[in-house]
């Protein structure tokens, strides 16, 4: 029994040392940080065509001066440098060279546009550079095995597209379908979804196809166009400008078709008030997040905790845009990615935590749907949930879909 | 007779001092491409990129000149010509695995034919009408290139991604040096290829027709075919820079090419100063680091920045870089000609 | 026969719009014999000035007179502080600088006024008249406001001494100084009217295609096809080829070649009408002496 005396205080002495291995463990970095600071670069189009998304870059600068404010990330500051690419992937290589090769960041989270995306993409996996959260919802973002650095964040153009063509094959099976695109990546990608979702029932169902180019002052000629051709249902793959033309249109030349509108496009504040709410009755749109120009969210504290914040750090901002409400969310993603990283900040450990994010709930999105990635998976957002207008506000319908 | 008559001996004097400031200038190009030589292994990788794409800009803005500065036809289209030898060089690397130093001559020829067929029909359009032709197709292509019956070959919306090519022979160079030192040596082509054309007769008809083109018939030359030719010598630069360019930056796609783009082209040429070869490269310059200053600069409006440099510099110089370098150096002490 | 019908009129409404800014373009350059590319921009900042007045509070018809006053004071300033010092340039230097003054203020209206889509008052009825689903009555009042401005341009050229100095200092400013006309105020006067007839035509084209920092890029080009195709000296008949380019834009891509094609065919058989036209459809043909 004496011989044994010594197990006791043995076992406890290795217990101790072992839990009080990460304490001791190194402070791991890669390039851009240091004790105080952790660099992040991002491209956005300040300028050109795509300015709309400005808000983008702003909001997210907005919400990483919120958490310098609160402390930083384990006591680091977030030094974010965006660089304006005007949408235009020459740009954007450069921006992104400068800012991997000059300013040593860590990581660039959230460039925008598929295009753009597309003219970095074998360059940040030749690199090692994570290319984190690309804001766009172009499918090929989610390829572990071939672009290991890549991740996308919200649900992909084709998921939401190929929702609609369900919905469609089980509630309206004979429709007759004019589809409406915005003729870039995003319209295209959209198209394809929904095809693929009719399966062999689309060649009959879609009667008519009109494109029109974002620089196109009005798409008054395309709404006619479709109406003639005798549809029954409207699937409308725009932005909110042209959303609201088309709304507006479709009601004051008498067509009253289902009305399906793309996620990108619905808002209340920026598509629908402007085309008339008493027009915009009965269109189908899907989501994922809280829509802040509706009233429904207007007590949860999710939204309160977004207007305090649009209000003492993104007064430059437009509330009726809902890139403000996306960029709020995807930037706390982020947030909780590097906070996962603790002191292990090299480029490695910040796509293995990207890939290990288990139910997350994030802010302004909606209540049941979860982030979750593994290294097989990297979708974040796969869920979305079917919505109806009633006049005054987008009502839920179903439950969420999607895995 | 001869070197000791008062005119005989002015004329000598003449010819040395000739003489002299060509051996001076002679030098000074020397000088200035050993420096540009070396500069990519002085420089990070990221400013040799910046500087490639600066003298890919610099090739299509001496084309653009051709037209523009010495043959007095604006073009606002010249982007839709960059596109076209973007991918060119493009689809013949990736469908066709060709060598991108073949790609580049491919390019520069179907833009030759492709500027002469646009020339033929734009003779009969003078000044503004012709300014709105090459607007619209400037406007038209980033169009013709998403069609989706031409998607097979141009990648559509999506694009076409082209790899980067590696230094030859193993030279123990990185890939951007090597790039930017094939691009300086095409430019060097470009240019002393210019020079010859624009300072010789056909040079001056170009000149003549932009100046008195009534008169310039009347003297011979066929105002026709001298128009249409330089419009397509001019595309055949701009082709080339672009799949220089395209080769560089390892990507096309639609929104590359956009009407900004043949906006930038006739900014840069106006600025950097018309009818001057040297102006092309002030002017690639100019398009090329001016919005990274601007943007900075301000971070809420960098564009509004970009327009008050502009603005400013046709203050200053309304004749461009060029003309101003011109005017200063002919105020230079040494170069007073002694009056009487 | 029904859809033909919608798709002329609706290219009828459209055309109304590039006729407007065509309209301005043509002011601009009788006065000057300079194209400006800022028209767009100088036209779609004025909309702005007014959207905020009217979300100030100021009645519609108030704001619409004082963006009115305001563009064409702006118009002057611009004139005189911006465009007087290249008197002296080359014709394309003062292009740059057009081109300049576009990019600072479509810069300056999106971070002022952010790129969220606005909506704009009509001072129209929104019932269709007579219950037509063709065209709404505001597309028929922005037609009819640029057939009055149209008129009473064309009153205060031809009918004014006002009117005649200024088309005599853009003709031979040389001579027009000799009989006593102040040019550089009549360049002046050119631009603030140029000016203020974009704001006229931002104000008409706000309600149909919603106020953004963008809203006048895309149309501008079709306004510079309309002013060319009628004759760039000739306002009626830049007003005209506004009709016909937009009513061309909407049946070709309807019925000829898909809208996938729609701008590029569209502007194709505009270059192809200059090229056999090449001054215009209504445009004076000039004939250069020797």
Partial sequence: MTKRWYRAPAAALVIAAVAATPALAQKKYGPGVTDTEIKIGQTNPYSGNASSYASNGRTEAAYFRMINDQGGINGRKINFISLDDGYSPPKTVEQIRKLVEQENVLLVYAPLGTPPNTAIHQYMNAKKVPQLFVATGATKWGDPKHFPWTMGWQPSYQTEARIYAKYLLESKPDAKVAILYQNDDYGKDYVKGFKDGLGDKAAKMIVAEASYESTDPTVDSQIVTLKSSGADVFFDVTIPKFAAQAIRKAYDIGWHPLHLLNNVANSVGAALKPAGLEKAVGIISTTYYKDPSDAQWHGDQDYKDWVAFMQKYNKDSDPADNNTVLAYARAFTLVQVLKQCGDDLTRENVMKQAANLKDLRVPMLLPGILINTSPTDFFPIEQMQLEKFDGKAWVLIGKVLGS | MSATSEPGRAIAAAGEAGAARRAWRGAGLALLLLAAVLLPFLVSSYHAFQLTLALAYAIALLGLNMLTGYNGQISLGHGAFYAIGAYIAAILMTQFDWPYWATIPVAGLVCLVAGFLFGLPALRLEGLYLALATFALAVATPQLLKYKHLEDWTGGVQGIVITKPDPPFGLPISQDQWLYLFTLAVAVLMFVLAHNLLRGRIGRAIVAIRDHPIAAETMGIDNAIYKSLTFGVSALYTGVAGALGAIAVQFVAPDSFNVFLSISFLVGVVVGGLASISGAVYGALFIQFVPNIADDISKAAPWAIYGVFLIACMYLMPRGVAGFVQSAAARLPWRETKKG | ?290
Avoid: C
Wanted: glycine fraction near 12%; charged fraction near 10%; avoid cysteine.
């Fill in chain 3, 1 to 290: 026969m029904n859809a033909l019908l919608h798709q002329i009129l609706s290219g009828l409404a459209t055309g109304g719009i590039y006729a407007s800014v065509a309209l301005a373009l043509v002011m601009i350059h009788q006065a000057t014999h300079l194209v400006n590319f800022a028209q767009g921009e100088m036209a779609m900042f004025s909309t702005y000035i007014a959207w905020a007045l009217i979300e100030g509070g100021m009645p519609y018809w108030d704001a619409f007179a004082l963006t009115i006053l305001i563009s064409f004071l702006g118009g002057i300033v611009i004139e005189r502080v911006v465009i007087r010092p290249m008197a002296n340039a080359p014709v394309l230097a003062s292009v740059i600088v057009f081109i300049g003054l576009l990019v600072i203020l479509n810069s300056v209206a999106g971070w002022i006024f952010t790129y969220t889509v606005k909506s704009f008052p009509s001072p129209f009825p929104a019932e269709p008249l007579w219950n037509n689903s063709y065209i709404s009555t505001h597309e028929l009042g922005a037609i009819g406001v640029t057939l009055v401005v149209l008129a009473l341009l064309f009153i205060f050229f031809r009918f004014t001494l006002l009117g005649l100095a200024m088309r005599a200092a853009a003709e031979n400013p040389v001579s027009s100084r000799l009989v006593g006309i102040r040019v550089g105020w009549m360049l002046a006067l050119g631009w603030g009217l140029a000016a203020a007839i974009g704001a006229v035509a931002g104000m008409m084209v706000a309600p149909i295609v919603f106020l953004d920092p963008n809203m006048m890029s895309g149309i501008l080009l079709y306004g510079f096809a309309a002013a060319l195709l009628g004759g760039i000296d000739n306002p009626a008949g830049a007003v005209l080829g506004g009709f016909i380019v937009g009513v061309l834009e909407n049946v070709v891509g309807a019925y000829l070649i898909g809208t996938e094609l729609k701008l590029t065919v569209a502007l194709v058989v505009i270059v192809g009408v200059l090229t056999l036209k090449p001054s215009g459809l209504f445009g004076r043909v000039l004939v250069s002496r020797v």
